[in-house]
């Protein structure tokens, strides 16, 4: 497949027009302007489908603010008829459905933001299930450059985000790719690429931190936990290992409250650990007993990479000699409240062979261990050991996802460590 580019001339030597000539029958233009012509065009059976979902997704808010008016074969697309438009279309049209309720909604928030000396940025975001989780970074005149993902995984949001301002505009445009839908630091004209670099970082910062903020003040009782099948398996995998199919992990969430503690430092590197150092750890494990952590337990009585995962039953002293594993990031979920079924999924900063992870509730006199009943593996739906406040596990890898499903004895509306 190749393009070429035609000429419309009065002469081989592509003289220009000095007179106004049309290509289409029974159409004279009026005032200066320009044709696109598309030759060689591949129609589908579906082709105005496909054009009309294309102009909707890309100039959605020129089409709102009445600046543009678009007729393909018998259907006009305009202002007053672009909800009769995006309903009949939001099948094909998903984000500018999204968008579209952005605008509409009384529920969505405005902010304006000078972004540094440049000029003013507004965004408005809606909070709603079942939103994208994207915004849209438009010019001033409402035309998209692209879709600013990677904000936030567990609010339901979609945005528009409009450089208000002529000098935010054209600064921003001069980073535009030749297929405007990218900005590219390095191909700014007029700054150096890490000053380009610090501005975008700016305008995406603004962004991130509003709809956070906005996320934090916004109470969903009930959403569809979308993007859960990544970590967990179907109901189908869980019910076949497990006793009571009523302990299946729901697609349904709730709100619960995270209470996150200041990791303390980890211990690094797997040496032979010395009497001082054992009891500096021993002393560290009685005063913050494993919050929100894994701990690999060791066998001093065998070389220093070996681990004992056998619990005998004075666990509390072996236990005491547990290497903690902070975690670099973790998910919770409320999977199913009326069996209590908890989600689960963390990554843990280092490798080790067994482990357990505890989990504590916390009191008003302090941290309460959390009776663990069941837990289940987020891959294979397999049952995995538990004993009281811990789940024992066979491997830990770093940085390597690990998924499961628990039901305890807290109560959701509970803090968790």
Not at 284 to 307: C, D, K, L, Y
Not at 335 to 340: G, K, L, Q, R
Not at 348 to 354: H, I, N, R
């Amino acid at each position: 497949m190749t393009s070429g580019t035609g000429y419309f001339s009065t002469d081989k030597k592509n003289t220009p027009l000095r007179n106004c000539y049309s290509i289409i029958p029974n159409y004279e233009r009026t005032k200066t302007g320009t044709y696109i012509f598309i030759l060689g065009f591949h129609k589908s059976n579906d082709w105005q489908t496909e054009i009309i979902t294309s102009l909707l997704e890309e100039f959605l808010i020129a089409i709102y603010n009445n600046e543009l008016q678009i007729k393909v074969c018998d259907t006009v697309i305009k202002a007053d008829n672009l909800y009769e438009i995006i309903e009949a279309y939001k099948e094909n049209a998903k984000i500018a459905y999204n968008y579209y309720q952005v605008l509409t909604d009384d529920k969505a928030v405005v902010y304006e933001e000078n972004i540094e000396d440049l000029g003013k940025a507004e965004l408005r975001v809606l909070v709603k299930p079942e939103l994208h989780r994207k915004i849209m970074m438009c010019r001033k005149n409402g035309m998209k450059i692209f879709d600013k993902a990677n904000i936030s995984g567990t609010i339901p949001f979609a945005g528009i985000c409009i450089l208000k301002d002529d000098k935010i505009n054209e600064y921003f445009r001069e980073m535009e790719n030749p297929q405007h839908n990218a900005w590219e630091p390095e191909r700014h004209t007029s700054d150096t690429k890490t000053s380009a670099k610090r501005n975008m970082s700016a305008l995406y910062k603004f962004v991130k931190n509003k709809v956070i903020e906005l996320g934090k003040r916004t109470t969903i009782d009930k959403m569809d936990a979308e993007g859960m099948g990544e970590y967990f398996t179907d109901a189908e995998t869980i019910d076949e290992n497990a006793h009571d199919k009523s302990e299946i992990v729901s697609a349904d969430t709730n709100d619960i409250e995270i209470e996150v503690d200041t990791q303390l430092p980890e211990n690094i590197g797997y040496e032979q650990l010395k009497d001082n150092d054992k009891n500096e750890i021993q002393d560290e494990e009685r005063s913050s007993p494993g919050r929100g952590n894994i701990s690999t337990t060791r066998n001093p009585n065998t070389n220093p990479f070996s681990i004992d995962f056998n619990i005998p039953d004075n666990a509390d002293k072996e236990e005491q000699r547990a290497t903690r594993i902070d975690i670099m990031s973790v998910r919770l979920f409320l999977a199913d409240p009326p069996e209590n079924l908890y989600a689960l999924i963390f990554i843990p900063q280092k490798s080790s062979g067994k482990g357990y992870l505890q989990i504590s509730m916390s009191g008003e006199q302090g941290d309460i261990g959390a009776t663990i009943i069941i837990a289940y593996d987020g891959k294979e739906g397999k049952v995995i050991p538990c004993k009281n406040d811990k789940i024992f596990l066979d491997h830990i890898v770093c940085g390597k996802k690990i998924k499961f499903g628990l039901k305890s004895d807290i109560q959701k509306n509970a803090l968790w460590r």
